[in-house]
Nanobody
């Protein structure tokens, strides 16, 4: 089982800039978990941004980030990445990673039909000039 999810890579960036978030897990069964990135802006509900299957072969992206964000994972490093390009002010939020065990479907995790088993503590992303 996983023990801890830790996000990193957040910060302040100008519109049009890029950031890469990392979600690193402790535990020996990382490759048995579907991982998702979620975000929550002030006054708004937490929403799914992108999710990836346990093998990395299937991904899901929210419409609002398609063409700008991509997700990947390195199971040897127990890490999932969220590459964010062409950032916009509306991307400003706290970004969380979360994990759900297989056979959770990627889309089910992202649209929160399935509740994650583990959550990270979050990392702030602020897009502002």
């Amino acid at each position: 089982q996983l023990q801890l999810l830790v996000e990193s890579g957040g910060g302040l960036v100008q519109p049009g800039g890029s950031l890469r978030l990392s979600c690193t897990a402790s535990g020996s069964t990382f490759d048995r978990y579907v991982i998702g990135w979620f975000r929550q802006a002030p006054g708004k509900e937490r929403e799914g941004v992108s999710c990836i299957s346990s093998s990395g072969g299937s991904t899901n992206l929210a419409d609002s980030v398609k063409g700008r964000f991509s997700i990947s994972r390195d199971n040897a490093k127990n890490t999932v990445y969220l590459q964010m390009n062409n950032l916009k002010p509306e991307d400003t939020a706290v970004y969380y990673c979360a994990a759900a065990p297989i056979p959770t479907l990627v889309r089910a995790l992202c649209d929160r039909t399935t509740h994650p088993t583990y959550w990270g503590q979050g990392t702030q992303v602020t897009v502002s000039s």
